[in-house]
C-alpha cells in the first residue's frame, strides 16, 4: 500500500464552556487564539505549520467531534476514500470550510467522525509574530513551558485489536504496539501510527455503550524540562496533575496528563524514539511490563482509564479497565 496519511492536523473538541476551555489553553497552557468564527475558537501552538490544531466548540459534555489528517498527496487522499468505501462505509465529500479546501468526512466503524484532506492553510505569522528563523512558523512562545505542536489523540473502543486492524488495514496506519492483560486475551491498549512517531493515533479499551468516545488529546513540548515547566505553570494557575509526570515504556515520551475546564483529559509529551521500520511487528506488552509506567514503581491513577463523553453509571475503573486489570495497574 502507498502511503495514504501523513500526519494529524487538527482536532475539533466540543465544551459546555468554550470560553472557559479557550482561555485554558490560550491562557494556562501557551496556545493562541487564531479566529472565532461561528462560536467556535481556533487555537494554534507556536510551532503548528497550519493555521490552527484545535477548534473548541459547543457541547453539552466534552466530546471529539471530529479529528482531520493531512493525506500524503492528492492521489493519497483519493485512494483513501476509496480504501475506506470499500470497507464499507459511505462518507462524504465537503468543503472544509474555514481556511481549509475539500475533505473526506467519514465515520469510523467505531463512531469516531475522521476527516481527511489535503489543501490546508499554512499559516503565515503577522509580522509582529515573525520568527527569526526561516522554518519556524511564528516566534517561539514566550509562555513558559508552551506546547509546540499537537502530538497525537488517543480514542476509546469497545474492541481495541478490531480498531487498530481497520485503521490499519484501511489506512495505512502502522500498528506499533499493544498491550494486554497478564494471563488473559483481553486488548486494552494500542498504538498507531501515521510516520516516524510511536504513536499519533492510540486507542484504549471501552466498557460503555457509547460509540466514538476519546481518551485525551496531547502536545507537544520539545524538551523533558519543558515538560517539567509547563507541569509547574499549570499547577501555580489551578490546575492539578492527573498523572505523571513520568515516563511511558511504550513510546518512551515523557508524560503528564491534567484536565482542561471541561474536565476533557490533556496529556504534553516530550521525547521518545523514532522507528522508522515499514514492517515493524507490534510487540505485545503487559500492565506489569511498564507499558504506562517506565520504572514500574508506582500504581497508576485509575482515573485514567475514564473517556469522553463521560459514561452514565460507570465509574473510571468500570469506564475503561477490566475487572481482572485494576489488582495489576494498581500495583504496576
Ligand atoms: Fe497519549
Not at 481556533?42 to 490552527?52: A, F, K
Not at 492528492?74 to 462524504?92: I, K, M, W, Y
Not at 514566550?142 to 478490531?162: E, K, N, Q
Not at 468516545?213 to 515547566?229: G, K, S
Request: some cysteine; aromatic content about 12%.
Amino acid at each position: 500500500m502507498e502511503k495514504l496519511l501523513s500526519h494529524l492536523a487538527y482536532l475539533e473538541i466540543e465544551s459546555p464552556d468554550v470560553e472557559a476551555s479557550a482561555s485554558f489553553y490560550a491562557d494556562n497552557f501557551g496556545m493562541r487564539i487564531v479566529d472565532r468564527v461561528d462560536g467556535a475558537v481556533y487555537l494554534r501552538c507556536w510551532g503548528d505549520y497550519y493555521r490552527y490544531s484545535l477548534v473548541v466548540s459547543h457541547g453539552p459534555q466534552p466530546r471529539l467531534s471530529r479529528m482531520t489528517w493531512r493525506a500524503a498527496s492528492p492521489e493519497a487522499l483519493a485512494e483513501a476514500a476509496r480504501r475506506v468505501e470499500a470497507a464499507g462505509v459511505t462518507g462524504e465529500w465537503a468543503d472544509a470550510g474555514h481556511a481549509h479546501g475539500r475533505a473526506y468526512d467519514f465515520v469510523g466503524p467505531y463512531g469516531h467522525p475522521m476527516r481527511l484532506l489535503w489543501e490546508i492553510e499554512r499559516f503565515g505569522a503577522e509580522p509582529e509574530q515573525t520568527s527569526i528563523f526561516p522554518d519556524r512558523p511564528e516566534r517561539r512562545s514566550s509562555h513558559a513551558g508552551a506546547p509546540r505542536f499537537l502530538d497525537h489523540v488517543t480514542l476509546a473502543s469497545p474492541d481495541v485489536d478490531g480498531f487498530a486492524a481497520w485503521y490499519r488495514d484501511v489506512l495505512g496506519f502502522r500498528l506499533m504496539a499493544r498491550t494486554q492483560l497478564d494471563d488473559t486475551d483481553v486488548s486494552v491498549f494500542s498504538v498507531l501510527t501515521t510516520n516516524e512517531k510511536s504513536h499519533d493515533l492510540g486507542v484504549v479499551l471501552d466498557h460503555s455503550t457509547m460509540p466514538g468516545r476519546v481518551n485525551h488529546i496531547a502536545f507537544w513540548v520539545d524538551t523533558h524540562e519543558e515538560l517539567l515547566i509547563s507541569a509547574d505553570v499549570l499547577m501555580e494557575n489551578g490546575t492539578p496533575m492527573e498523572y505523571g509526570p513520568g515516563v511511558h515504556g511504550i513510546g518512551e515520551q515523557h508524560f503528564l496528563y491534567f484536565r482542561e475546564p471541561s474536565g476533557l483529559r490533556v496529556e504534553l509529551n516530550s521525547g521518545g524514539y523514532r522507528n522508522y521500520v515499514p514492517d515493524w511487528a507490534p510487540n505485545t506488552w503487559t500492565p506489569g511490563k511498564g507499558g504506562m509506567n517506565f520504572y514500574r514503581n508506582g500504581a497508576t491513577v485509575m482515573s485514567i482509564y475514564e473517556s469522553f463523553p463521560p459514561a452514565d453509571g460507570l465509574t473510571a475503573t468500570e469506564d475503561g479497565v477490566h475487572p481482572d486489570m485494576v489488582e495489576a495497574l494498581t500495583n504496576s
